[in-house]
């Protein structure tokens, strides 16, 4: 299954690593010193459910570089969702899901604008507590 994480932070860099290492094909879409950070040393989870360290990453800050998907998952923060919600169409075709995880009631309309609302699906994490440790390291508490 090809994953876009759209949002590569706590939620979605938690998220994408545990799809990883489940064997999924994930690409992250990050930006700045994150993304530098995943590109050269990859990606790091401290968790009590146990450690994992994904040394290689693929990652890239051009969702369009990637093409179309199985799923994007949309955990960007709100601030965020407009301009990422544009940027996604290139990762939608016909057969694509849009997950979005946020807070908030707006983001299945906010995604709609974009890509077409019967693709998006509205979803909601429980119990997760994350934290950024380093530039390209996630502790879940």
Known sequence: MLIAMM???GVGGYLGVRLAQ?????TFVARGAHL???RRQGLQLESPLGNISLRKVTATET???IGFVDIVVFAVKLYDAEKAAAAIVPLVG???RVLTLQNGIDSVDTLARFVPRSQVVGGATHGIELGLTAVSGLRRF
Do not use: F, I, Q
């Open 7 to 9: 949002g590569a932070g």
């Open 22 to 26: 489940a064997g999924e094909d994930v």
């Open 36 to 38: 530098e950070a995943m």
């Open 63 to 65: 969702p369009a570089d």
């Open 94 to 96: 016909p057969e694509t």
